[in-house]
């Protein structure tokens, strides 16, 4: 039985998914990272980065989401691209590009719009240019397919889905009108019913929903104390 460690956010949500769609049988792990468990012990022998997503199968340990999902994928052999080098040219590179690109800086752009303790008009600025330039690169990708890579939904489709449901907090409520074809997608992927059931997985666990003083110094490890 995999072991999934978890919380609501968009990392490990793309790996539910994953795990909702093919109904591979897992344990859900909660870790709540506002009450600072990411950083128990127990839990960095798992992960060392100290973050959600992350999986134990058996002996092996996987943590990153994209790391996860391709390991998944391989496991099971499903929502892969068919198979050629053309086609696994281009799901590592958009894994990669989500993972690297979209994700981090997603994150950020959410940190200096809603969580910095003080605005920081230079950095909320370019946070939210590059992340807004990643959705605009994924959308010109969807705009003559209806996938990511191939003509199959696959796990590059998963990934972008976990951040693309983010994209009113990270850009705004009217950032979807200049993003039609990602959008189109997003939708798509959000109907189905493995979606809902992700979604719903935190519902069962009573995780801290406020982002206080204590919340703030577990993830936000640089800030000092209040004096
Ligand atoms: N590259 C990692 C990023 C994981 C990540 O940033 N997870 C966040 C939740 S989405 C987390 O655990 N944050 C807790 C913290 O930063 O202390 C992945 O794709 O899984």
Known sequence: MIKFYFNGSPNPTKVALFLEETGLAYEAHAVDTRMGQQFEPAFLAINPNGKVPAIVDGDAIVFDSNAILLYLAEKTGQFLPAEGPVLRAELLSWLMFVATGVGPFSGQAVHFKHFAPEPVPYAHER?????RRHFTVLD?????????????????????????????FILGEDAWASLPHLKRLHDEIDARPAAGRAKAL??????????DAEARGHMFKHLKPAA
């Open 202 to 211: 935190k519902d069962r666990f009573a995780f801290k929903q406020t982002m």
């Open 127 to 131: 946070y939210q240019f590059e992340a």
């Open 140 to 168: 010109g990708r969807l705009a003559d397919r209806r996938y990511m890579v191939g003509d199959a939904y696959s796990i590059v489709d998963m990934d972008v889905w976990g951040w693309a449901r983010m994209v009113p």
